[in-house]
């Protein structure tokens, strides 16, 4: 069983920066396409940004040119750079390995003056 955990998140004001980071364990195989989600309370969890086995990123059109995703192999983790952070960007966020189906605890990222 892959074991996803996340870290990083935390309060920030507005215009601010976070990196999440999510941790693997298991084999290099199970970070090979990878997703981040996020969730408003009472809301489904929505589609924030990917990263492909060839290392082609993806992302919602509400954090292009804000949020860049990228991995480190060797540590067998993604992280999720957060530029130019909104208020509309406080939700829980949660890596989700395709390869696996397995998922994050999630983190809480706050974004408040």
């Known amino acids: 069983q892959v074991q996803l955990v996340e870290s990083g998140g935390g309060l920030v004001q507005p215009g601010g920066s976070l990196r999440l980071s999510c941790g693997a364990s298991g084999s290099i195989s199970s970070i090979s396409f990878m997703d981040w989600y996020r969730q408003y309370p009472g809301k489904e969890r929505e589609f924030v940004a990917s990263?492909?086995?060839?290392?082609?990123?993806n992302y919602a059109d509400s954090v292009r040119r804000r949020f860049t995703l990228s991995r480190d192999n060797g540590k067998r983790t993604v992280y999720l750079q957060m530029n130019s952070l909104k208020p509309e960007d406080t939700a829980v966020y949660y890596c989700h390995s395709r390869v696996t189906g397995s998922w994050g605890q999630g983190t809480q990222v706050t974004v408040s003056s």
């Open positions: 990263i492909s086995t060839t290392g082609t990123t």
